[in-house]
């Protein structure tokens, strides 16, 4: 074999190839996780990097800490209400853009826009928005009567307190989260809708299928694999995002309302100088995401199979 | 009896006027095979009476009813998609049910009329499988079942055959006529290969440019040609043209044979330059010249032809069709 034949080679190319994603995923994931992982087991804190073991001692304390069991809780409502709204919003969204209108492009490029904007620029731009004195919704509230006057659908007070009020605050950090979620959902189903013949709906037109019964017998069976990878990508992005939250309310309003995982697990290790129990919390998401990606896989291979 | 009536039917998309201003009537029972070259608008006169694309302008009247408001699914009618389009996800069972589902009919008889679908199309035993477990013939076959079950008023046929390779397309063919004839179900066919036109059709509509260029029975398209179009179109090879003083003079290379092999006393005696001789097996295809014009002969008589020679040929006067120069339309002599 001559030298320059020598990139031709799999043997050869394959491993080079290989190689810079290789030294990435060690650095900037594995080496980290290693050391969430061996910090948990012990006493380690900011101020004092003494290392000892003091086994699940710190997880025990998590566990039975209120404040943690709260942000598991909103982790998890975060999570399953985001992907519920982002896919059914996707799916409407890819259904308008699939098809040929006029100024499609504009509505494109709208839709994209929040996935090239920077996650913290946008939701700086909402917390402008959702602010408890200038916020621009409630003006609009305001001027059509629904809000500051003391027979007003909405409460005579003069603001909504977006972030301020315990339950508008989650709504407000989830529907920031769909905002931004909402172009990778729809991309993704585009493929997928543009995956299915055109003939087959066709035939169910035909066969005198109507539009939700097409929908629910042909395209959403069919679409199936794309939807679980959907979920599995919205699923990790947001069960380990702290930036809308933290952005929005730091977790607050008190006590703890917005609290997710990744925030207070950034609270307690990097905020707190607790770095054992911070790592401690940031385990909890390993086998959590590891059973959804199990799951969402295995369902999709059994659907692709069939 | 129509079954179908189309009454000056126009698709335009934007500037491409992919039907332009089409009259038809479709009998009862009756197995009308629209043949054309692609782009010729045929299956986009077929969408059209199925309801899958609204017509720019005209009538189309199915039963007696116009139906250009009226969605696909309440038309009575079936159709056949070149690719089958059938259901990736449901068992074959599903797939032929899947019409009567929709309709809402119950278990019971579900299961009957499937069962008697796929009887008549011999798929009784596929029933369980899904659909990457069958052959193209099996698919095609459970594409036409599914049509069937729900006895549509009118079959419509897109293409059906053109996805299966050569030897299962010669018994499909004649299987798809047989059981037609069975059950006597208005059909409309559409093709471009006018093998299964001629074979298939009790009448064929020859489309081109949007336009239908001649309607009758195969033989009429193929002996009385109204004009240049459908003459060259169809036929493998098509009508050898010669230009005489005012008119185009048109034979067919069956007729175009050596003047010693024809017993006819009223013949039309051409001097024929053989250029190259195709042997096909049971004929042979002799490409050459006339003047400097190319025709064609299909000789399947044993006669010695060397290429690079020249021959006496001659047409029997009664095999010769005339055409105007300019329109390129039948004249009668």
């Not at chain 1, 007070?157 to 339950?167: K, Q, T």
């Not at chain 1, 950090?173 to 585009?190: A, E, M, Q």
């Not at chain 2, 009247?61 to 056949?80: K, L, S």
């Not at chain 2, 009784?124 to 052959?135: E, N, T």
Request: charged share 20%; aromatic share 10%; hydrophobic share 50%.
């Amino acid at each position: 074999m001559k030298e320059r034949y020598l990139l031709e080679r799999e043997n050869i190319l394959a491993p080079l190839l290989l190689f810079p994603v290789v030294i990435y995923v060690i650095l900037l994931v594995g080496f980290p996780f290693v050391m969430a992982f061996v910090y948990s087991f012990s006493n380690v804190t900011v101020g004092n990097p003494d290392y000892k073991i003091v086994g699940i001692r710190n997880f025990i304390d998590i566990i039975g800490d209120k404040v943690f069991q709260k942000s598991l809780g909103n982790t998890f409502i975060f999570t399953f209400v985001s992907i519920s709204i982002v896919l059914i919003l996707s799916h409407i969204l890819a259904e308008v853009l699939i098809r040929e209108f006029r100024g499609k492009w504009l509505v494109r490029f709208l839709i994209l826009m929040p996935w090239t904007a920077p996650i913290a620029l946008g939701t700086i731009g909402y917390l402008w928005f959702l602010d408890s004195v200038f916020s621009p919704i409630d003006w609009i509230l305001r001027s059509f009567g629904l809000l500051g006057s003391p027979d007003a659908l909405l409460g005579p007070m003069s603001n909504m307190y977006w972030l301020g009020r315990p339950g508008l605050a989650m709504v407000s950090v989830i529907l920031v989260h769909v905002w931004r979620l909402l172009p990778l959902g729809t991309v993704i189903l585009i493929a997928g809708m543009n995956s299915i013949p055109r003939e087959i709906l066709e035939a169910a037109q035909v066969d005198g299928a109507g539009y939700f019964r097409r929908l629910f017998n042909i395209t959403l069976p069919l679409l199936f694999p794309v939807i679980g990878v959907t979920v599995l990508f919205a699923a990790l992005f947001t069960f380990t995002d702290m930036t809308v939250v933290w952005v929005l309310t730091m977790g607050g309003p008190p006590p703890h309302s917005t609290q997710v995982l990744a925030s207070l697990a950034f609270l307690k290790g990097i905020q707190g100088g607790d770095l054992a129990q911070g790592a401690a919390i940031s385990l909890f998401f390993f086998p959590v995401l590891a059973g959804v990606a199990a799951i969402v896989l295995g369902l999709v291979k059994k659907a692709v199979v069939t | 009896m129509a079954v179908v009536e189309l009454i000056g039917i126009k698709k335009y998309f934007g500037h491409v006027k992919a039907v332009d201003g089409i009259d038809l009537e479709i009998k009862d029972g009756e197995f009308l095979a629209l043949l054309g070259p692609s782009g010729s608008g045929k299956t986009t006169l077929m969408r059209l009476i199925a309801g899958l694309e609204s017509s720019t302008e005209g009538k189309i009247i199915i039963n007696g009813e116009i139906v250009n408001e009226v969605p696909p699914r309440a038309r009575g009618i079936a159709m056949v998609f070149q690719s089958y389009a059938l259901y990736p996800h449901k068992t074959i069972f599903k797939n032929i049910a899947f019409p009567l589902v929709v309709e809402g009919l119950n278990k019971e008889s579900i299961k009957k009329k499937v069962l008697w679908a796929a009887g008549l199309l011999g798929i009784g035993h596929l029933l369980g499988r899904m659909p990457s477990q069958v052959s193209g013939g099996e698919k095609q076959r459970v594409a036409i079942a599914r049509a069937l079950v729900r006895r549509p008023k009118v079959l419509l046929m897109d293409e059906p055959l053109s996805n299966l390779d050569a030897k299962v397309r010669h018994t499909a063919r004649e299987e798809l006529k047989l059981f037609q004839r069975e059950i006597g179900v208005t059909t409309v066919y559409v093709t471009h290969d006018q093998a299964e036109a001629m074979g298939l059709g009790d009448r064929i509509a020859v489309m081109n440019e949007g336009i239908i260029r001649q309607i009758g029975t195969p033989e009429e398209i193929y002996h009385e040609p109204v004009n240049t179009f459908v003459a060259g179109f169809v036929g493998i090879p098509p009508m050898n043209f010669i230009e005489q003083d005012s008119v185009i003079i048109g034979f067919r290379p069956e007729t175009f044979l050596p003047t010693e092999l024809i017993t006819d006393k009223d013949l039309m005696k051409l001097r024929f330059r053989v250029e190259r001789v195709e042997n096909l097996g049971s004929y042979r295809l002799i490409y050459g010249t006339i003047g400097d014009v190319k025709v064609i002969s299909n000789l399947s008589l044993p006669y010695p032809i060397k290429e690079r020679e020249e021959y006496d040929f001659s047409v029997r006067l009664q095999d010769i069709r005339y055409f105007d120069k300019e329109k390129g339309v039948s004249i009668k002599k």
